[in-house]
C-alpha cells in the first residue's frame, strides 16, 4: 500500500507562481493555492468572524466563545463518524437516531430514580426502570458500564448497517434511513417517548463538568460573579479533542485508514489491489455510530435528560454539513479529520452569529442549507482544480 | 407579527403593560419551543408585545421543537448580557435543566406555563391543569350519565406528551373525574405527543377498533379539527341534542374550542388564563430584575375554569379563545 497517496488522497499540485507572470495570472494562482489550502475553512471562518465584531460586539466575548465551544464539541463527534463514512462514498443518516437509542439506553441503566407517573406505560417500566432508578442504579461504575452498554449497541447498529452495505451491496443510503426509522422508532417506543431524569452527577460531568475555569476581571470583592467564570477546559472538550485526534491518525497515519480512502475513490480497483473492502466499510459504519454513541454521551449529559428525541429533527442537516463545509467530498475519496473540525467551527460560528443577528429559527435554518449548498458548489470546484493541476 | 399576533396583543391586559412598565428598561431573552398552536402563538405575541410596549428590549428565540438549540439559545441570551429570561420550555426536563444553568450564571428566568419537572427552582407559572380538567371532565361526565344511566360508557382521553407536566395533570384530572364513576366507564388512552399526526392515527386506530364512543377529553383544544376528521366520516360528529353525539370536552380554551362549544359539538373546555399568565410572569421577571435578585423562586398558580354549554353566557368574556373569536380570529385564520 505504500503506493498509495497519505492523507488526502489526491496528490496536491506543486503550486509555483511562474516568473513574469501577469499579475491576473498571479493573483488566481493565489486563490487556486488558497481554494486548495487544508485551511481554506479556518481562513474563511476567521475572516467571517473579523467581518462581524465590529457589528456584532458580543461575538468576541468571552462568555460567547465558550459558548461557541461548547456548541462545537458534540458535533465535532459526530461529524467525525460522518466524515469516515462520506469518505468511502457512503452516507450515515442513522446517527441521529443512534444517538436517540442510546441516550435511552444509558439512561434506563443508570438514572438514580424515575417516576412512575410518567413512565409507567413504558415497556421497559418495572424490569429495567423503577422508581428506585436503572437496574445500575447505585452500583460502582454504574456510569462507566451505562456508557459501554451505549457503546456496544451503537457498534451493533453500525454492524447492522455495515454489513447490509457490504455484504448485500445494498445502497448506504436506503439502508441507513430505514435503520434511522426503525432505531429512532424503537428508541420511543421503550419510554413511550418521555424522557429519563435523574442521572447521577459522575455522568452529568462529562457533559458539562469544568477542568479549568478562568476569571478574567478585576478581583474587587471577595466572591466572584458566577457570570463572569468561564470554562477553559471542559470534558467534553477533552472528550472530543480525543476522539478526532485518534480519529486523525486512524484515518492519516495508518493503512486501515489508507484502504479507507482506496475504497472511496474506486471500490471495485480496491478489490482487485488486496484491500478487503468488506472489512473496510463495515468497519467505518461502526466508527460513525460509535461516534454518534460518543456525542449522545455529552449532549445527553449535558441535558441531564436521557431523550429518546435526541438527534431529530434538523440534527443531521448540521452534521452533514458542517463535514461538507469543512470540505470532505460526498463523492468519496476526499477527507481529513481537521477539515471537519474547521467545518464544525465554521458551521457553530455561523449558527452563533445568525442567532445574535436575531433571525428566526426558519431563517436560520434557510441560511444554512444555503451555506451547506455553496459547500458542495465548492466541493465540485476544487474538484476540477485539483484534477486540473495534476 | 402574524394577523394573530397582533389580534392577541391587542387584547393583552392593560394592566400587564402597566405592571411591565414599572420597571427600567431591561434587556429581555424570550425563548419559546415553538408556534404551533393558537395558545402558544396567543402567549408569545402578548409577551413581546407588552414587553416592547413598555420600552424593554425582547431577543426572541425559537428552539423549534429541539431542546439542545433552546439550551445553546438561553446560553447565549446569558453570554449577550441579558438581564432576565422568560422560557416556554420543550418538556419540563429540559426546563429544569435550562432554570438551572440561567440561575448558575445569575440571571432571573420565568418559566411560562410549561412547568419544570422541578418547580422548586425559578419562577414558574403556570395553570392548575388537574382541577382545570377535572372540571371540565366532570360537566360532561354528568352529562354522559344522565343521557344513558344504565350500561358501560366507553371515554377516550387523548393524552398530550406525557414528558410535560401539564400532560400529566390533565391525564390525573380526566382520570379523577372519571372514577367517581369507575364502574360505568371503560377508557381507551389515545397518545398524541402532541402531535396532530401522531393523534390522528392512534385516534383512527382505536375508533377503528371500537367505534362506539360516548365520551371524549382532548388534553388540547388544537387536536378538535384531528378528531373532528376521525369522527365525522364515522357519525360521531353530531351537535348535542343530535343522536349520537359523543360528549367531548378539551383544555387550553382556544377561538375554535369556543366556536364549538357555541356551536353545540364540544360540551366544555378547561380555561387556562393566558393574559393572567402572561401578566404574572412580566411582573415577575421584572420585579426581580428590579430588585436585583438573581435567582427568584416563586410558583404562580393560574386557579383556570371550565367553560361549559351552561356558563357559556356568563364566562365567556373571561376565556382567552372566545376574546379572539370575537374579534374574527377564526375569519383571519380561513
Known amino acids: 500500500m505504500s503506493e498509495l497517496p497519505p492523507a488526502g488522497i489526491t496528490p496536491?499540485?506543486?503550486?509555483?507562481?511562474?516568473?513574469?507572470?501577469?499579475?491576473?495570472?498571479?493573483?488566481?494562482?493565489?486563490?487556486?493555492?488558497?481554494?486548495?489550502?487544508?485551511?481554506?475553512?479556518?481562513?474563511?471562518?476567521?475572516?467571517?468572524?473579523?467581518?462581524?465584531v465590529p457589528f456584532l460586539p458580543t461575538l468576541s466575548t468571552p462568555g460567547n466563545i465558550v459558548n461557541l465551544m461548547s456548541n462545537m464539541w458534540p458535533l465535532l463527534v459526530v461529524a467525525v463518524g460522518q466524515t469516515f463514512v462520506l469518505t468511502i462514498a457512503g452516507i450515515d443518516l442513522s446517527q441521529g437516531a443512534v444517538m436517540g437509542l442510546t441516550s435511552v439506553v444509558v439512561a434506563m441503566l443508570i438514572a438514580t430514580a424515575a417516576p412512575a407517573t410518567v413512565l409507567a406505560n413504558a415497556p421497559i417500566w418495572g424490569s429495567l426502570l423503577t422508581e428506585q432508578g436503572g437496574l445500575l442504579a447505585g452500583i460502582p461504575f454504574a456510569?462507566?458500564?451505562?456508557?459501554?452498554?451505549?457503546?456496544?449497541?451503537?457498534?451493533?447498529?453500525?454492524?447492522?448497517?455495515?454489513?447490509?452495505?457490504?455484504?448485500?451491496?445494498?445502497?448506504p443510503f436506503m439502508v441507513t434511513?430505514?435503520?434511522?426509522?426503525?432505531?429512532?422508532?424503537?428508541?420511543?417506543?421503550?419510554?413511550?417517548?418521555?424522557?429519563?431524569?435523574?442521572?447521577?452527577?459522575?455522568?452529568?460531568?462529562?457533559?458539562?463538568?469544568?477542568?479549568?475555569?478562568?476569571?478574567?476581571?478585576?478581583?474587587?470583592?471577595?466572591?466572584?460573579?458566577?457570570?463572569?467564570?468561564?470554562?477553559?477546559?471542559?470534558?467534553?472538550?477533552?472528550?472530543?479533542?480525543?476522539?478526532?485526534?485518534?480519529?486523525?491518525?486512524?484515518l492519516n497515519r495508518t493503512v486501515f485508514g489508507r484502504w479507507v480512502f482506496a475504497v472511496g475513490i474506486n471500490r471495485k480497483a480496491a478489490e482487485i489491489s488486496g484491500v478487503p473492502v468488506a472489512r473496510v466499510i463495515v468497519t467505518v459504519f461502526v466508527i460513525s455510530a460509535v461516534c454518534a454513541a460518543i456525542a449522545s454521551i455529552l449532549y445527553t449529559a449535558r441535558l441531564e435528560t436521557g431523550r429518546p428525541t435526541l438527534g431529530g429533527g434538523n440534527f443531521l442537516l448540521d452534521v452533514i454539513g458542517a463535514t461538507v463545509i469543512g470540505g470532505t467530498s460526498l463523492f468519496g475519496g476526499k477527507g481529513k479529520v481537521i477539515?471537519?473540525?474547521?467545518?464544525?467551527?465554521?458551521?457553530?460560528?455561523?449558527?452563533?452569529?445568525?442567532?445574535?443577528?436575531?433571525?428566526?429559527?426558519?431563517?436560520?435554518?434557510?441560511v444554512k442549507g444555503g451555506v451547506i449548498l455553496m459547500a458542495a458548489l465548492l466541493d465540485v470546484v476544487r474538484t476540477r482544480l485539483m484534477r486540473s493541476a495534476t | 407579527?402574524?394577523?394573530?399576533?397582533?389580534?392577541?396583543?391587542?387584547?393583552?391586559?392593560?394592566?400587564?403593560?402597566?405592571?411591565?412598565?414599572?420597571?427600567?428598561?431591561?434587556?429581555?431573552?424570550?425563548?419559546?419551543?415553538?408556534?404551533?398552536?393558537?395558545?402558544?402563538?396567543?402567549?408569545?405575541?402578548?409577551?413581546?408585545?407588552?414587553?416592547?410596549?413598555?420600552?424593554?428590549?425582547?431577543?426572541?428565540?425559537?428552539?423549534?421543537?429541539?431542546?439542545?438549540?433552546?439550551?445553546?439559545?438561553?446560553?447565549?441570551?446569558?453570554?449577550?448580557?441579558?438581564?432576565?429570561?422568560?422560557?416556554?420550555?420543550?418538556?419540563?426536563?429540559?426546563?429544569?435543566?435550562?432554570?438551572?444553568?440561567?440561575?448558575?450564571?445569575?440571571?432571573?428566568?420565568?418559566?411560562?406555563?410549561?412547568?419544570?419537572?422541578?418547580?422548586?427552582?425559578?419562577i414558574v407559572v403556570v395553570a392548575d391543569n388537574a382541577t382545570i380538567a377535572g372540571q371540565a371532565v366532570d360537566s360532561i361526565v354528568e352529562k354522559a350519565i344522565a343521557a344513558k344511566p344504565e350500561g358501560k360508557l366507553n371515554a377516550i382521553i387523548v393524552v398530550g406528551d406525557l414528558g410535560d407536566p401539564n400532560a400529566v395533570g390533565r391525564k390525573n384530572g380526566f382520570y379523577a373525574a372519571i372514577n367517581k364513576h369507575a364502574d360505568r366507564f371503560d377508557v381507551t388512552e389515545v397518545a398524541s405527543q402532541w402531535d396532530a399526526a401522531t393523534a390522528l392515527a392512534n385516534l383512527e386506530a382505536a375508533v377503528t377498533a371500537n367505534p362506539k364512543v360516548d365520551l371524549l377529553f382532548t388534553s388540547s383544544d388544537?387536536?378538535?379539527?384531528?378528531?373532528?376528521?376521525?369522527?365525522?366520516?364515522?357519525?360521531?360528529?353530531?351537535?348535542?341534542?343530535?343522536?349520537?353525539?359523543?360528549?367531548?370536552?378539551?383544555?387550553?380554551?382556544?377561538?375554535?374550542?369556543?366556536?364549538?362549544?357555541?356551536?353545540?359539538f364540544v360540551d366544555a373546555t378547561g380555561v387556562q388564563d393566558l393574559y393572567f399568565e402572561a401578566e404574572k410572569s412580566l411582573e415577575a421577571i421584572l420585579a426581580a430584575i428590579d430588585a436585583g435578585e438573581a435567582q427568584p423562586n416563586e410558583v404562580i398558580e393560574d386557579p383556570g375554569f371550565a367553560l361549559t354549554t351552561d356558563n357559556l353566557g356568563t364566562r365567556e368574556k373571561d376565556m382567552w379563545g372566545c376574546v379572539l373569536l370575537s374579534q374574527g380570529f377564526l375569519k383571519n385564520k380561513s
Not at chain 1, 467551527?345 to 433571525?359: E, I, P
Not at chain 2, 402578548?46 to 439559545?73: C, F
Open chain 1, 12 to 52: 496536491r499540485p506543486d503550486i509555483r507562481a511562474p516568473a513574469a507572470r501577469p499579475a491576473g495570472a498571479d493573483l488566481g494562482q493565489r486563490v487556486r493555492a488558497l481554494l486548495l489550502s487544508d485551511y481554506f475553512v479556518l481562513y474563511l471562518s476567521l475572516a467571517y468572524f473579523l467581518a462581524l
Open chain 1, 143 to 171: 456510569s462507566a458500564v451505562g456508557i459501554a452498554a451505549m457503546l456496544a449497541v451503537a457498534a451493533l447498529v453500525g454492524l447492522f448497517n455495515g454489513l447490509a452495505v457490504a455484504r448485500l451491496s445494498m445502497p
Open chain 1, 177 to 250: 434511513l430505514v435503520t434511522m426509522i426503525a432505531v429512532a422508532a424503537f428508541a420511543i417506543w421503550l419510554t413511550q417517548s418521555n424522557n429519563i431524569r435523574e442521572l447521577p452527577e459522575s455522568f452529568i460531568s462529562l457533559g458539562k463538568g469544568d477542568i479549568v475555569s478562568v476569571y478574567l476581571g478585576p478581583k474587587l470583592e471577595s466572591q466572584l460573579p458566577r457570570r463572569e467564570v468561564y470554562s477553559f477546559i471542559t470534558w467534553p472538550m477533552v472528550i472530543a479533542l480525543a476522539a478526532a485526534v485518534f480519529a486523525h491518525i486512524l
Open chain 1, 339 to 366: 477539515w471537519t473540525f474547521f467545518g464544525v467551527l465554521f458551521f457553530v460560528l455561523l449558527s452563533n452569529t445568525l442567532n445574535l443577528l436575531n433571525l428566526s429559527a426558519f431563517h436560520i435554518d434557510m
Open chain 2, 1 to 122: 407579527m402574524t394577523r394573530l399576533q397582533a389580534l392577541a396583543a391587542g387584547t393583552i391586559l392593560a394592566g400587564a403593560a402597566m405592571t411591565a412598565g414599572s420597571a427600567s428598561a431591561a434587556t429581555i431573552c424570550f425563548a419559546f419551543q415553538d408556534l404551533e398552536t393558537e395558545f402558544w402563538v396567543a402567549g408569545h405575541g402578548a409577551i413581546t408585545k407588552t414587553l416592547k410596549d413598555a420600552g424593554h428590549t425582547v431577543i426572541e428565540r425559537n428552539a423549534n421543537e429541539d431542546a439542545n438549540r433552546q439550551l445553546e439559545q438561553v446560553r447565549d441570551c446569558i453570554a449577550q448580557g441579558v438581564d432576565g429570561i422568560i422560557l416556554i420550555p420543550q418538556d419540563g426536563e429540559s426546563a429544569t435543566t435550562i432554570v438551572a444553568e440561567a440561575q448558575d450564571a445569575d440571571t432571573p428566568i420565568a418559566v411560562f406555563n410549561r412547568p419544570p419537572s422541578d418547580l422548586s427552582k425559578g
Open chain 2, 222 to 264: 388544537f387536536l378538535f379539527p384531528t378528531i373532528r376528521s376521525v369522527f365525522e366520516p364515522r357519525g360521531l360528529w353530531k351537535k348535542t341534542g343530535e343522536e349520537g353525539h359523543v360528549w367531548m370536552a378539551g383544555l387550553d380554551g382556544d377561538a375554535t374550542a369556543c366556536q364549538l362549544v357555541k356551536d353545540g
